[in-house]
C-alpha cells in the first residue's frame, strides 16, 4: 500500500527548514494523513495513563517547541501523541533570531543514513503571551504550557523574574479553570539567547520559584531542565526546586557551536545519551514525575529512558528527522514500545499514574 502520508513527509524535508515546519504544521491542521489516536487503555476500558488529574491517550507527548503557538492543541492526539506542549510562550512574544535560524544535520555521524537531527537558534519566536492563551481557551483536549523569559537581554535579574511571572500568572488565571490545563513548564534552559540561562543560578531560580509560589492557580509545575547538566549542578537544582515543583522535563536541546551553522540548540540522536544521563541523575533525587524528551527515534528509546526513572516522554526531532519519521511516527514508536514491554512485563497491568 502506498503510504501517501510518507511521501508528502519527504517531500517536505526537500524545503528550507522553517518553510517545512510552516506548511507541515498547517497540513496537521487540516488532519492531512493523520493515522488517528493512540489510545492505550485498561480492561475496563480507562486509560492506563494519568497524570496529574488527566487522563492522556498515552504517555507520549509532542514536546515544546513544535507548537509555539497553541494551534495544534486539539489536532496532535489524532497523529498519535498523548498530548501536546504549547510554547515557550513569552510575555512579550517576538520576532526570534535573525534568519536563516533553523538546519537540518545530516552529516553522515547518525546511526543510520536515514537519521538526521535539527540545529536551531529560534529565539523564542512566537506570539505574545495573552494572543496565545486567548487561543488555548477554545481548545477541547488536555493540553500543557511551556513558559519563558521574553528574548530581550534588558530583561534581567528582578525585571526577569518579574516577566515570567506575569506569564504564569496569565496562565493560572486564564487557563487553570479551563479544565484542560495539564501543568505548567518553566523553561530555565533555554541555550538560543543570550540571556536564556538566567535562572539555573541557585539564587535566581530560588527567587522566581517563591515569587511562583505566590500566585493563585495550577499547582503543576515542572521544571524543564538542560541536558548538560554535572551531577553537582543538578544536585543543587532540585535542592532548590523540589518543594516548589511537581516533576521535570530532561531536557532541552544541546548547546552546540556547529562549525557550518553556528551556535544552537542540537536535538535528536545527539542528545540521547545526555537526556538518559539526566533522567537517571534527577531520578536518584527525587520521587516526583520525570518526563524524558531528547532523542527518541524509536520504541527501544522510551523503554531504555523508562528503565532509567522517566514517567512519559516526548519527542519533536524523531517525528520531523527521525529513523520513523513523518504522521504515522508516534504509532511506530508505541506500537514498538509496547510490544517490547509486553514481552518484558509478562504479569499484571502497568499503569502510569502520576
Keep these: 500500500m502506498i503510504d501517501f502520508g510518507q511521501i508528502a ?38 486509560n492506563r495513563t494519568r497524570l496529574f488529574d488527566f487522563e492522556l491517550d498515552n504517555p ?27 510554547g515557550s510562550i513569552t510575555w512579550e512574544g517576538g520576532k526570534g533570531n535573525k534568519k536563516p535560524r533553523l538546519f537540518r544535520l ?46 530581550n537581554p534588558k530583561i534581567m535579574g528582578d525585571k526577569a523574574i ?59 509545575r515542572l521544571l524543564k531542565l538542560s541536558p548538560t547538566l554535572t551531577q553537582e549542578k543538578a544536585e543543587r537544582i532540585v535542592e532548590v526546586a523540589d518543594d516548589m515543583v511537581d516533576g521535570y522535563i530532561c531536557g532541552n536541546t544541546k548547546p552546540t557551536d556547529h562549525p557550518k551553522y553556528g551556535k544552537g540548540g542540537v536535538s535528536g540522536w545527539r542528545v540521547r545519551t545526555n537526556t538518559l544521563d539526566l ?32 514517567n512519559l516522554f516526548q519527542a519533536f526531532n524523531g517525528f520531523v528527522l527521525g529513523l520513523e519519521r513523518g504522521p504515522r511516527f508516534a504509532h511506530r514508536v508505541l506500537n514498538l514500545y509496547h510490544y517490547l514491554k509486553a514481552n518484558r512485563e509478562k504479569e499484571g497491568v502497568n499503569q502510569n499514574v502520576y
Design 9 to 46: 513527509h519527504e517531500l517536505l524535508l526537500k524545503l528550507p527548514p522553517e518553510t517545512a515546519h510552516a506548511i507541515g504544521k498547517i497540513g496537521m491542521r487540516c488532519g492531512l494523513f493523520a493515522p488517528g489516536r493512540y489510545k492505550v487503555t485498561n480492561p475496563d476500558g480507562s
Design 60 to 86: 507520549f507527548g509532542l514536546a515544546a517547541g513544535f507548537d509555539k503557538n497553541g494551534w495544534l492543541v486539539d489536532k496532535v492526539q489524532e497523529y498519535g501523541f498523548g498530548w501536546d506542549e504549547v
Design 106 to 151: 545530516w552529516d553522515g555521524m547518525s546511526p543510520s543514513k536515514d537519521m538526521g537531527c535539527l540545529l536551531n537558534r529560534m529565539g523564542l519566536n512566537g506570539n505574545p503571551a495573552d494572543i496565545v492563551i486567548e487561543r488555548l481557551k477554545r481548545a477541547k483536549n488536555p493540553f500543557a504550557v511551556n513558559i519563558a523569559k521574553t528574548h
Design 162 to 220: 518579574e516577566d515570567m511571572c506575569k506569564t504564569y500568572k496569565l496562565v493560572t488565571d486564564e487557563l487553570d479553570y479551563s479544565g484542560k490545563l495539564i501543568y505548567v513548564a518553566i523553561n530555565i534552559s533555554c541555550p538560543n539567547t543570550s540571556e536564556g540561562k538566567t535562572f539555573e543560578d541557585d539564587k535566581c531560580l530560588d527567587n522566581l520559584l517563591s515569587a511562583l509560589e505566590e500566585c493563585e492557580g495550577v499547582r503543576s
Design 279 to 310: 533522567i537517571k541523575i534527577i531520578r536518584a533525587l527525587t520521587d516526583k514525575v520525570i518526563i524524558g524528551c531528547g532523542g527518541i527515534e524509536t520504541g527501544t528509546d522510551i523503554l531504555e529512558m523508562e528503565g532509567n526513572g522517566a
